[in-house]
C-alpha cells in the first residue's frame, strides 16, 4: 500500500479593489505534485449588488480545476468543499497529479455593482510529491 505526506496550504485572499476582477497566483507546483483537499471559507461575505462576486481555484491550465463558480457562496459566512470545473480530473477523483510546474490560482470575479467594500476567501489545499 502507497502512501502519501500531504502538507496543508492555506491563503487568506482581500481583493486588491472589491470592483475589479484579480487572479493571485498563491503557491507553485512541481512536476509530480499532488493537490487534493481543497477548500474555500468565506470569512467576509462580498457585498455588492448586480451579479454576485464569484471565487474560483484552479491553475493556469483550469481556471476551475478545483473550484468552480458556485460551488461557493460568497455571500455566506462558511465553509465550502471544491468539486472540480467540468474539464477537471478533481471532479472525478479528488485529486490531481502536475506533469509539469504550474501555480496554483485563486481567482476573483467582482461584483457588477452596489457599494462592494467587503469580502475575504480562505483557500485550503494539500500538496503531496508523489514522483
Known amino acids: 500500500m502507497a502512501f502519501y505526506n500531504a502538507r496543508k496550504h492555506t491563503y ?11 487572479t493571485k497566483a498563491v503557491g507553485n507546483v512541481d512536476e ?3 493537490i487534493t ?53 478533481y471532479l472525478l477523483i479528488g485529486e490531481h497529479v502536475y506533469t509539469a510546474a504550474d501555480t496554483v490560482d485563486f481567482v476573483f470575479t467582482a461584483n457588477t455593482s452596489g457599494s462592494r467594500t467587503t469580502g475575504e476567501s480562505l483557500i485550503v489545499y494539500h500538496k503531496a510529491k508523489v514522483f
Do not use: Q
Open 37 to 89: 483537499h481543497v477548500f474555500c471559507r468565506t470569512e467576509v461575505v462580498y457585498n455588492g449588488g448586480g451579479t454576485d462576486a464569484i471565487v474560483t481555484f484552479g491553475d493556469g491550465g483550469d481556471v476551475d480545476r478545483y473550484i468552480l463558480a458556485g460551488d461557493v457562496d460568497e455571500t455566506t459566512v462558511g465553509w465550502y468543499a471544491g468539486t472540480g470545473g467540468t474539464g477537471s480530473d
Open 32 to 34: 509530480g505534485d499532488l
Open 12 to 22: 487568506r485572499f482581500t481583493p486588491v479593489s472589491y470592483t475589479a476582477n484579480e
